[in-house]
């Protein structure tokens, strides 16, 4: 069976590595994430990661910072993150690298289109930390751009919940799963697939977005290799 998707951009969130566990990480959660991301690699499909970093820092967490610093702080996180990721596939056999927006070469290479292009090419998972460099923007704008940048065929956003529904299901009962459904759509009903910004760029880009739950990182697999899961947005 032939993957339906040749290059990739997964965005994990930063609680989902922490999915279950007392501190901020879930070793065998993510060992099991990084077992199928070897599956995936071993079926040709060429992987690039963003990662959030709400398992140590999110925002401002209630405190009245400066915006600007308490982003700063979450960019570090997610560099954090993605040291951890980069263990636990390599562990798994998967030939990885990380590079983050803002420089720290002791650690990971500076993000470079071309470099993290032929990182891929070489069928390496290239995590992207850092998000954009800038404050004010989420790790989802940096997943959807990064995907743009790396002509990704779709971006796999995997989520705590298994797909874009009409209201949050935690809070409403009568809240039914949409299989498809257009960025249009998205932004004129407020859904919580991702940020505005990120849905927008998406949209002006044509990049497809599939939103499927992590709860079984088996899906990661399954969305690549074209299954229906999840809600698709183009």
Same mark, same amino acid.
């Given at each position: 069976?032939q993957?339906?998707?040749?290059?990739?951009?997964?965005?994990?969130?930063?609680?989902?590595?922490?999915?279950?566990?007392?501190?901020?990480?879930?070793?065998?959660?993510i060992?099991?994430?990084?077992?199928v991301?070897?599956?995936?690699?071993?079926?040709?499909?060429?992987?690039?990661?963003?990662?959030g970093?709400?398992?140590?820092?999110?925002?401002?967490?209630?405190?009245?910072?400066?915006?600007?610093?308490?982003?700063?702080?979450?960019?570090?996180a997610?560099?954090?993150?993605?040291?951890?990721?980069?263990d636990?596939?390599?562990?798994?056999?998967?030939?990885?690298?990380?590079?983050?927006?803002?420089?720290?070469?002791?650690? /990971?290479? #500076?993000?470079?289109?071309?470099? +993290? $292009?032929r990182?891929? &090419?070489?069928?390496?998972?290239? @995590?992207?930390?850092? !998000?954009?460099?800038?404050?004010?923007?989420?790790?989802?704008?940096?997943?959807?751009?990064?995907?743009?940048?790396?002509?990704?065929?779709?971006?796999l956003?995997?989520?705590?919940?298994?797909?874009?529904?009409? /209201?949050? #299901?935690?809070?409403?009962?009568? +809240? $039914?799963?949409i299989? &498809?459904?257009?960025?249009?759509? @998205?932004?004129?009903? !407020?859904?919580?697939?991702?940020?505005?910004?990120a849905?927008?760029?998406?949209?002006?880009?044509?990049?497809?977005?599939?939103?499927?739950?992590?709860?079984?990182?088996?899906?990661?697999?399954?969305?690549?290799?074209?299954?229906?899961?999840?809600?698709?947005?183009?």
């Amino acid at each position: 069976m032939q993957p339906k998707y040749k290059r990739v951009l997964l965005k994990l969130s930063g609680e989902a590595l922490a999915k279950g566990a007392d501190g901020i990480y879930n070793h065998g959660f993510i060992d099991s994430i990084a077992a199928v991301i070897k599956k995936c690699t071993d079926s040709g499909v060429e992987i690039g990661v963003v990662v959030g970093a709400g398992n140590i820092w999110r925002g401002r967490q209630g405190v009245n910072m400066d915006r600007v610093r308490a982003d700063h702080m979450g960019m570090l996180a997610t560099a954090i993150n993605s040291l951890a990721l980069q263990d636990a596939f390599e562990r798994a056999g998967v030939d990885t690298r990380v590079m983050t927006a803002v420089e720290m070469k002791a650690f /990971a290479e #500076p993000y470079i289109r071309s470099r +993290a $292009t032929r990182h891929l &090419e070489k069928g390496r998972v290239t @995590i992207f930390g850092c !998000g954009l460099g800038a404050p004010y923007f989420s790790t989802d704008t940096a997943a959807v751009l990064r995907a743009a940048e790396i002509e990704a065929d779709v971006v796999l956003l995997a989520k705590n919940i298994d797909g874009v529904y009409t /209201a949050d #299901p935690r809070k409403d009962k009568n +809240a $039914t799963k949409i299989d &498809e459904i257009t960025y249009q759509e @998205i932004l004129a009903r !407020g859904l919580a697939a991702m940020d505005s910004t990120a849905t927008s760029f998406c949209m002006d880009n044509h990049i497809p977005i599939l939103v499927f739950g992590l709860d079984d990182p088996e899906n990661i697999y399954r969305a690549v290799m074209g299954e229906e899961i999840g809600t698709i947005v183009k």
